[in-house]
């Protein structure tokens, strides 16, 4: 269509968002969230290793139901994908926390995920794909890292303008997501050969939901525990990138 999703959304969108960060975002903001360790195993293992091993056991009780097949494929193949590329950055700034760590794991995850996934799709479903590993990897790199390196290095440059006018970085942010969000809609039920009766879309968008609220609030009593280590900012970076999952990117 007109707004060139293919194009506005894959590299222009996802770049704005991390350039977006890189500006807003102090450098030492950032050094220190890459040292998080504890944090990053955390929502790498929840999202690669734990989400798909549970979605496959609750698939398992869901394979006896009348919901269509390839609907509860479609489920495990989402599972089986890494964090977000830029949700999860933004609803995690959207509401004050942990965005350098919000940013790492986006990222990191991504590219982890360009071999994990795979893997995964191939242990649950039985079957996968090749990879175009390097255009892929190159993608990522030219939209994530790039712009957030950008973004750094203008940040020197105008940061007293920056701290002086506080310029909307939240609002652009989410503007950008919510166009995001409104191409993948369109894109996904422009196709004219999707066959789905309505009794396994409604009970799969519960589904959805009912998993999403539950692993939410699951990461949430486990990264608030007294001996986790994790700060009320951590807890939203862990809540959002562990539970969210790179539709794009799948």
Not at 79 to 99: D, F, H, Q, R, W
Not at 182 to 206: M, R
Request: proline share 6%; net charge neutral.
């Amino acid at each position: 269509g007109p707004l060139k999703p293919e194009i506005t959304i894959t590299y222009i969108a996802v770049s704005a968002i991390f350039f977006n960060s890189g500006l807003s975002l102090k450098t030492e903001e950032l050094t220190s969230a890459l040292m998080h360790v504890k944090l990053h195993l955390f929502v790498q293992i929840f999202t690669l290793v734990f989400f798909p091993t549970a979605i496959w056991l609750f698939l398992q009780l869901l394979s006896i139901t009348p919901i269509n097949e390839w609907l509860l494929k479609g489920l495990q193949t989402v599972g089986c994908m890494p964090p977000p590329v830029s949700s999860a950055v933004i609803l995690t700034k959207a509401v004050g926390g942990n965005e350098a760590a919000a940013i790492f794991n986006s990222a990191f995850g991504s590219f982890l995920g360009i071999v994990v996934t795979p893997l995964l799709l191939l242990l649950f479903l039985g079957s996968s794909s090749s990879v175009p590993f390097t255009s892929i990897f190159s993608q990522l790199f030219m939209t994530v890292v790039v712009p957030l390196i950008i973004g750094q290095i203008v940040r020197r440059y105008i940061r007293d303008w920056l701290e002086r006018k506080k310029p909307p970085f939240g609002a652009i942010s989410s503007c950008v997501l919510l166009m995001i969000i409104y191409t993948t809609f369109c894109d996904t039920f422009a196709n004219p050969n999707i066959d789905l009766d309505k009794f396994s879309l409604i009970i799969i968008v519960f589904i959805i939901f009912s998993v999403q609220m539950s692993f939410m609030f699951l990461t949430f009593l486990f990264s608030t525990r007294n001996d986790s280590g994790f700060t009320p900012a951590d807890t939203v970076a862990i809540i959002f990138c562990s539970t969210h999952k790179s539709l794009t990117l799948g």
